[in-house]
């Protein structure tokens, strides 16, 4: 047998599949994941439990709706491909049918800006598409509109789907926004929530560019954004992977 190409990001793939189901936010094998290569996309099997995929099971696809190998990729290729294609900052996708979020996802109705961290996706409110059944173009069409300046979106009557530069930023995107769905659903079984003014979340936005960063990877004159103590030692040279 020939030597399987993206040996590691294949094995990766799996990892975030069997992370996405070991934290909570995904059920059986109704999630999937993929990650951009050079030629185009990995994409997770259809129907294969994760359990049990391998790193053959991992489908190679091109951004023009074509996939090699013995396997069909999964039924929502065409999201992940649609993504890829129209948004050059993907690295790598998480699609998942998480217990909040596909509850809110039901009731058709935008997430407001309820807490700041609603802007972790990019915006100042999480958006729902308009249902479409699942693998039509029709959805991936209102999948693209809901994520328009956002780097996830609720999918209507479905789940939710998110993107990253790698892998991992992807399910870390996808958690928060389990979270924040759970959040919103007990704030609003508590009460109203006093959602946050345009000013405030746009104030937030431009310090989320800077958030989570270390020195070495904030851009000159960057460091007010994340209002940092200051250093009492010499700094050592830090060298970090970018
Ligand atoms: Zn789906």
Known sequence: MPKLKYLDLRKKIISTCLRMNSEGINQGTSGNVSARTDEGFLITASGIPYATMKPEHVVEMDLHGGYRG?????????????????RPEAGAIVHTLSIYATALACLRKDIPAFHYMIGVAGGTSLKVSDYAEFGTQELSNAMLKALEGRTACLLG?????????????????????????????????????????????????SRFKTYGKQPDQLREGAAHAVFAPERRDVAKTVKRKR
């Open 70 to 86: 013995d396997f069909l990729p999964s039924t929502e290729w065409r999201m992940h491909m649609d993504i890829f294609r129209d």
């Open 157 to 205: 009557n479905h789940g939710q789907i998110c993107f990253g530069p790698d892998l991992y930023k992807a399910i870390g995107l996808a958690r928060e926004i389990e979270t924040l769905c759970q959040q919103y659903w007990a704030a609003s079984l508590a009460g109203n929530p006093v959602e946050l003014t345009g000013e405030q979340m746009s104030s937030v936005l």
